[in-house]
């Protein structure tokens, strides 16, 4: 059964920092893109970050940039997503999603998705 679960997210205070888990059962994660998108509360789905399967490219929304880190863990079988310096505006819901493949912006062309897990950056 193809399954992607997440982990780590919580309640942080401005300026800290979470690392999220994606963790695939199923399906080896290394043939696959991993997205990261995020969901805020009245707004749609938007992508966060994404790593992409072979040579591992790396993408991040400018929102973002110089604050998060993806990163593949291939003999766990999981993608991470490091989160520092945190702002309210980081708020939302984080799904992991998997396309074969390269990354895409398109949260449509995404195969599977996590149940996702809740961040919250307040103070």
């Known amino acids: 059964q193809v399954q992607l679960v997440e982990s780590g997210g919580g309640l942080v205070q401005p300026g800290g920092s979470l690392r999220l888990s994606c963790a695939a059962s199923?399906?080896?994660?290394?043939?696959?893109?991993i997205g990261w998108f995020r969901q805020a509360p009245g707004k749609e789905r938007g992508g966060v970050s994404c790593?992409?399967?072979?040579?591992?490219?790396?993408y991040y929304d400018d929102s973002v940039k110089g604050r998060l880190t993806i990163s593949r863990d291939s003999s766990k079988n999981t993608v991470y997503l490091q989160m520092n310096s945190l702002k309210p505006e980081d708020t939302g819901v984080y799904y992991c999603?998997?396309?074969?493949?390269?990354?895409?912006?398109?949260?449509?062309?995404?195969?599977?998705w996590g149940q996702g897990t809740q961040v919250t950056v307040s103070s």
């Open positions: 999603a998997a396309l074969l493949g390269l990354c895409v912006p398109d949260r449509n062309e995404y195969d599977y």
């Open positions: 199923g399906f080896t994660l290394d043939y696959y893109a």
């Open positions: 790593i992409s399967s072979s040579e591992g490219s790396t």
